[in-house]
Nanobody
Framework: QVQLVESGGGSVQAGGSLRLSCVVSGNTNRDYCMGWFRQIGDKERTGVASIDSTGHPQYIDSAKGRFTISKGNDNAPLYLQMDSLQPDDSGMYYC??????????????????WGQGIQVTVSS
Protein backbone atom coordinates (compact mmCIF):
# COMPACT_ATOMS: atom_id res chain seq x y z
CA GLN A 1 0.00 0.00 0.00
CA VAL A 2 1.36 3.39 -0.99
CA GLN A 3 1.67 5.96 1.78
CA LEU A 4 2.83 9.54 1.91
CA VAL A 5 3.94 10.96 5.25
CA GLU A 6 4.77 14.62 5.81
CA SER A 7 7.15 15.98 8.44
CA GLY A 8 8.88 19.23 9.32
CA GLY A 9 5.90 21.36 10.21
CA GLY A 10 5.52 23.36 13.40
CA SER A 11 5.23 26.88 14.78
CA VAL A 12 7.51 29.75 13.88
CA GLN A 13 7.47 33.51 14.10
CA ALA A 14 7.05 35.68 11.04
CA GLY A 15 10.26 35.81 9.05
CA GLY A 16 11.29 32.33 10.09
CA SER A 17 11.78 29.19 8.02
CA LEU A 18 10.54 25.64 7.90
CA ARG A 19 11.40 22.70 5.67
CA LEU A 20 8.69 20.19 4.91
CA SER A 21 9.55 16.67 3.79
CA CYS A 22 7.40 13.98 2.24
CA VAL A 23 8.32 10.32 2.62
CA VAL A 24 6.81 7.80 0.22
CA SER A 25 6.50 4.11 0.95
CA GLY A 26 5.19 1.38 -1.28
CA ASN A 27 6.13 2.98 -4.59
CA THR A 28 9.60 2.76 -6.04
CA ASN A 29 8.87 4.75 -9.17
CA ARG A 30 10.23 8.29 -8.96
CA ASP A 31 9.01 9.52 -12.32
CA TYR A 32 5.88 11.43 -11.41
CA CYS A 33 4.56 14.86 -10.57
CA MET A 34 4.36 15.86 -6.92
CA GLY A 35 3.37 18.93 -5.02
CA TRP A 36 2.22 20.64 -1.86
CA PHE A 37 -1.29 21.83 -1.09
CA ARG A 38 -2.48 23.98 1.80
CA GLN A 39 -5.79 24.01 3.63
CA ILE A 40 -6.88 26.80 5.95
CA GLY A 41 -9.61 25.74 8.33
CA ASP A 42 -12.54 24.29 6.41
CA LYS A 43 -11.65 26.00 3.16
CA GLU A 44 -10.79 24.09 0.02
CA ARG A 45 -7.24 22.82 -0.36
CA THR A 46 -5.24 24.95 -2.77
CA GLY A 47 -1.98 24.24 -4.53
CA VAL A 48 1.18 25.95 -3.28
CA ALA A 49 3.92 24.40 -5.38
CA SER A 50 4.46 21.48 -7.71
CA ILE A 51 7.34 19.80 -9.49
CA ASP A 52 7.04 17.58 -12.54
CA SER A 53 9.01 14.48 -13.49
CA THR A 54 11.69 16.61 -15.18
CA GLY A 55 12.21 18.74 -12.07
CA HIS A 56 10.41 21.80 -13.38
CA PRO A 57 8.83 23.69 -10.47
CA GLN A 58 5.75 25.88 -10.33
CA TYR A 59 4.56 28.13 -7.52
CA ILE A 60 1.60 30.25 -6.62
CA ASP A 61 2.40 33.94 -6.73
CA SER A 62 2.60 34.36 -2.95
CA ALA A 63 5.22 31.59 -2.71
CA LYS A 64 7.52 32.79 -5.47
CA GLY A 65 10.87 33.94 -4.15
CA ARG A 66 10.20 32.53 -0.68
CA PHE A 67 9.43 28.83 -1.15
CA THR A 68 11.52 26.23 -2.95
CA ILE A 69 10.16 22.84 -3.95
CA SER A 70 12.69 20.14 -4.71
CA LYS A 71 12.99 16.44 -5.23
CA GLY A 72 15.07 14.38 -2.83
CA ASN A 73 16.49 10.90 -2.94
CA ASP A 74 15.67 7.47 -1.57
CA ASN A 75 12.26 7.37 0.05
CA ALA A 76 11.97 11.09 0.73
CA PRO A 77 11.32 12.37 -2.76
CA LEU A 78 9.84 15.78 -1.98
CA TYR A 79 10.77 18.84 0.03
CA LEU A 80 9.39 22.33 0.49
CA GLN A 81 11.77 24.92 1.88
CA MET A 82 9.74 27.83 3.20
CA ASP A 83 11.58 31.04 4.05
CA SER A 84 10.38 34.47 5.13
CA LEU A 85 7.21 32.89 6.44
CA GLN A 86 4.22 35.09 7.10
CA PRO A 87 1.01 34.48 9.09
CA ASP A 88 -0.91 34.02 5.83
CA ASP A 89 1.25 30.96 5.14
CA SER A 90 -0.31 29.16 8.10
CA GLY A 91 -2.40 26.09 7.42
CA MET A 92 -2.37 22.35 7.02
CA TYR A 93 0.10 21.33 4.34
CA TYR A 94 -0.44 18.17 2.30
CA CYS A 95 1.96 16.25 0.10
CA UNK A 96 0.31 14.96 -3.07
CA UNK A 97 1.64 12.60 -5.73
CA UNK A 98 0.41 11.72 -9.19
CA UNK A 99 1.39 8.06 -9.27
CA UNK A 100 -1.24 7.23 -11.88
CA UNK A 101 -0.07 9.74 -14.48
CA UNK A 102 -3.15 11.93 -14.42
CA UNK A 103 -0.93 14.88 -15.32
CA UNK A 104 0.82 17.66 -13.46
CA UNK A 105 -1.73 20.18 -14.71
CA UNK A 106 -4.35 18.25 -12.76
CA UNK A 107 -2.41 17.82 -9.53
CA UNK A 108 -4.87 17.70 -6.66
CA UNK A 109 -7.24 15.44 -8.58
CA UNK A 110 -9.15 12.83 -6.56
CA UNK A 111 -7.11 10.12 -8.29
CA UNK A 112 -3.89 11.45 -6.74
CA UNK A 113 -2.40 10.13 -3.53
CA TRP A 114 -2.37 12.39 -0.48
CA GLY A 115 -0.51 12.49 2.80
CA GLN A 116 -2.29 13.00 6.10
CA GLY A 117 -1.17 16.61 6.34
CA ILE A 118 1.02 18.56 8.72
CA GLN A 119 0.32 21.84 10.49
CA VAL A 120 2.30 25.01 9.85
CA THR A 121 1.60 27.97 12.12
CA VAL A 122 3.26 31.35 11.65
CA SER A 123 2.75 33.94 14.35
CA SER A 124 3.18 37.68 13.90
Amino acid sequence: QVQLVESGGGSVQAGGSLRLSCVVSGNTNRDYCMGWFRQIGDKERTGVASIDSTGHPQYIDSAKGRFTISKGNDNAPLYLQMDSLQPDDSGMYYCVADFDGVGCDYLGDSRNHWGQGIQVTVSS
